[in-house]
């Protein structure tokens, strides 16, 4: 599968922004899906994952209750439902997928989009 994640761009603090993440070239619903974001000069690190029918999800701490991880396996699409944007969110935002369930850090997932730039200014 082909990843292809959108809808980056510059926000206001306060404001929100959704991403999407199309899949092309394989059973989308056979994978296991993630959100990472590597802002500059840090590490990656996971944002928000998505079992393959969308029926558990987790989020890191620091985006519980601001950031949405949901998927619609008939368009192969996944989103993040971003609202009140923070300036520490500012990173690139990258979608990966894996068959193998929801695995454990950014060097365990097979599959990874090109990743969309989210800019919050404060």
């Known amino acids: 599968v082909q990843l292809q994640a959108s809808g980056g761009g510059l926000v206001q603090a306060g404001g929100s922004l959704r991403l999407s993440c199309a899949a092309s070239?394989?059973?989308?619903?056979?994978?296991?899906m993630a959100w990472f974001r590597q802002a500059p000069g840090k590490e990656r690190e996971v944002v928000a994952t998505?079992?393959?029918?969308?029926?558990?999800?987790y989020s890191v701490d620091s985006v519980k209750g601001r950031f949405t991880i949901s998927r619609d396996n008939a368009k192969n699409i996944m989103y993040l439902e971003m609202s009140s944007l923070k300036p520490e969110d500012t990173a690139i935002y990258y979608c990966?997928?894996?068959?193998?369930?929801?695995?454990?850090?950014?060097?365990?997932?097979?599959?990874w989009g090109q990743g969309t730039l989210v800019t919050v200014s404060s």
């Open positions: 070239g394989g059973s989308f619903s056979n994978y296991a």
């Open positions: 990966t997928a894996d068959t193998r369930g929801i695995v454990a850090g950014p060097d365990e997932w097979s599959v």
């Open positions: 998505i079992n393959w029918n969308g029926r558990y999800t």
